[in-house]
């Protein structure tokens, strides 16, 4: 089973549209990490947040830690928002110690059509 | 700018022929990683480091190598690349292993 399990894995919208993309993670962290990959393109840090709400742009990233569920939402979504999603969570390595790896879901295709 | 560079960002090569894939940072970040990305399998960590002269494997390490002689320089060495290597690999960096992550352009390699 995954540790971080993402739904839906493909979402195709019509501009203008509220996207919501959501991460599950069985784990537990201490925050959690978005990102955004275009087309043939790098990966971009979108978001890094531990508790609440956190909002750039049209971008609006939410997490409840108790839950161990984060959503991404899109609002007013445009064909430039079409992309790769991804979901991250920090894991320690070994008990008790301060080293972290990030384990990823395995993404969301959005595709925003004009 | 702040960056992570990859090179080279495109690579063919073939069975057995020794390759190394540079990753370089500018932020003064302690953490580096590498990962390979692969359809349906998503991103998977190959190889972390947590300071200089400070290495260990990820989830996905056989057949992969690196070194951190300097902070700044994270590189990937296939010492014998096979076809199962054929993938996207990113290098990314971070002030910690749980902080933000910032990524490499990607380097794209076919082994055939």
């Known amino acids: 089973k995954n540790e971080v399990e993402q739904s839906p894995q493909n979402l195709t919208a019509q501009e203008g549209e509220f996207i919501t993309i959501n991460c599950s993670y069985s784990?537990?962290?201490?925050?959690l990490h978005w990102l955004q990959q275009h087309p043939g393109g790098g990966i971009v840090s979108l978001f890094m947040?531990?508790?609440g709400k956190k909002k750039h742009g049209r971008l609006i990233a939410t997490i409840n830690i108790q839950e161990k569920h984060s959503s991404l939402h899109i609002t007013a979504s445009h064909p430039r928002d079409s992309a790769v999603y991804i979901c991250?969570?920090?894991?320690?390595?070994?008990?008790?110690?301060?080293?972290?790896?990030?384990?990823f879901g395995k993404g969301t295709l959005l595709t925003v059509n004009p | 700018e702040a960056q992570v560079t990859q090179n080279p960002r495109y690579l063919i090569t073939v069975t057995g022929k020794k390759l190394t894939v540079t990753c370089s940072q500018n932020?003064?970040?302690?953490?580096m990683s590498w990962y390979r990305q692969d359809p349906g399998l998503g991103l998977r960590q190959i190889y972390y480091?947590?300071?200089?002269?400070?290495?260990d494997k990820g989830d996905v390490p056989e057949g992969y190598k690196v070194s951190r002689k300097e902070k700044r320089n994270f590189p990937l060495i296939l010492e014998s690349p096979s076809p199962n290597q054929t993938s996207l690999y990113f290098c990314?960096?971070?002030?910690?292993?749980?902080?933000?992550?910032?990524f490499g352009p990607g380097t794209r390699l076919t082994v055939l």
């Open positions: 480091s947590m300071n200089v002269e400070v290495t």
């Open positions: 947040l531990s508790s």
């Open positions: 990314a960096s971070s002030l910690s292993g749980r902080g933000e992550q910032f």
């Open positions: 932020m003064n970040h302690e953490y």
């Open positions: 784990v537990g962290i201490s925050a």
């Open positions: 991250a969570v920090p894991q320690r390595f070994n008990s008790g110690g301060s080293n972290y790896k990030l384990t």
